[in-house]
């Protein structure tokens, strides 16, 4: 299990960037938002470098506050933020019908956490896929603490040009990390591609949805502060996720925006009303204190220059998210099962 601390922290900001190269790369990945003059085509046409330096720099800030999943969950009350983010990977696996012994893709895994939850809940070998390197060595020292390392493995790999054979895979499943993809029919055609006939994918999807109005300034900018501190080239609105999933030859079996009857707000853990001891760091005080924390840190040189940075994009992510969430136009758990026929 991850634990990690405000050294590791310090020590792991930026991942594989070179420490002396952190602030330039966080210069050059916020020049891919709106915030600061960047466009949607040009993050579309560059995703693998602004995807790669935002995982690089944030990595680590993930790891001190979520832990080893990164993603929220529909909730219930009474149920822990801990609980209530391995019932949704557990949900998955089930929606998937996953058997033990199957061969599962999970795409886009980050450190792996939802890739070590699944594949002991359901006996399966799962396959992480991952451009980033840091996360990928990082997701194998995790595998090997777990004992899952002989079982499950990852592989480096853009997950629009997938270097398996088609047919591979019993199952595939991805947790908030195909909005990374500059064009989601591109994304979802390679995952029909590599996916058995007659087998399932599965999803949790960042989305707009259709609350969202384009032609809102205040929408226009929640959007684009959710987009810079999480490193996406543009957020999808649900129904072109479901057109793209339809054009590349899947078979939608259900569909749903989770996030509408979940008994706690997903957005609460990040909210500046919320305060709690089980998820402190994801708190306002809790990330206050880190973003202090990691100002002295980089100033006493423990981290790098640029470390206060990344922390203030993330910051300008959190209040979008909860800012998103309140006017119900954005979901990080629109959810699909689909179906590769025959």
């Known amino acids: ?31 891919y938002h709106v915030f600061h003059g960047g466009d949607e085509e040009e993050r579309k046409a560059n995703y693998t470098d602004m995807v790669n330096k935002y ?50 893709l999970d795409v886009g895994c980050g450190i792996g956490g939802p890739l070590r939850e699944i594949a002991r809940f359901s006996n399966s070998s799962v396959t992480g896929l991952n ?25 480096k790999a853009d997950f629009m040009k997938m270097p398996f054979p088609e047919n591979t895979f019993d199952a595939v499943y991805a947790i908030e990390a195909t909005c990374h993809a500059p064009d989601a029919y591109g994304c979802y055609k390679e995952i029909f591609r590599v996916l058995k006939p007659g087998q399932c994918f599965a999803a949790y999807e960042w989305c707009m949805t259709d609350a969202f109005d384009p032609a809102n300034a205040q929408h226009q900018k929640i959007k684009a502060e959710i987009e810079i501190g999480d490193g996406l ?26 996030a509408e009857d979940s008994p706690v707000p997903w957005y609460l853990p990040l909210d500046k009303n919320h305060f709690s001891l089980s998820s402190f760091r994801l708190t306002a005080v809790g990330r206050f204190i880190t973003k202090n924390m990691v100002k002295v840190l980089e100033y006493i040189r423990l981290a790098p220059k640029g470390s206060q940075r990344v922390s203030d994009f993330l910051e300008k992510a959190a209040e979008g998210l909860v800012d998103g969430g309140r006017r119900e136009i954005f979901t990080p758990m629109y959810f699909f099962l689909a179906r590769k026929p025959e």
């Not at 310090?10 to 050059?28: F, M, Q, W």
């Not at 060595?137 to 079982?151: P, Y």
Request: proline fraction near 2%; glycine fraction near 8%.
């Open 233 to 258: 080239p543009d957020i999808r609105l649900t129904s072109k996720c479901l057109e793209a999933l339809k054009q590349a030859g899947f078979e939608v079996i259900w569909e749903k925006d989770l």
């Open 131 to 155: 451009n980033n390197e840091y996360q990928i060595t990082r997701g194998k020292e995790l595998n090997r603490l777990a004992g899952v390392d002989k079982t499950c493995n990852f592989v």
């Open 55 to 104: 995982y690089d720099l944030a990595t680590s800030f993930y790891e001190y506050g979520w832990g080893e999943s990164f993603h929220f969950a529909h909730r219930w009350k009474g149920e822990s933020l801990r609980e209530s983010i391995k019932r949704h990977e557990h949900f998955l696996a089930l929606q998937l019908g996953v058997k033990p012994g199957q061969k599962v």
């Open 1 to 31: 299990m991850s634990k990690s601390g405000s050294l590791d922290l310090a020590s792991n900001l930026g991942g594989t960037i070179d420490k002396s190269d952190v602030l330039s790369s966080v210069e050059k990945y916020e020049q």
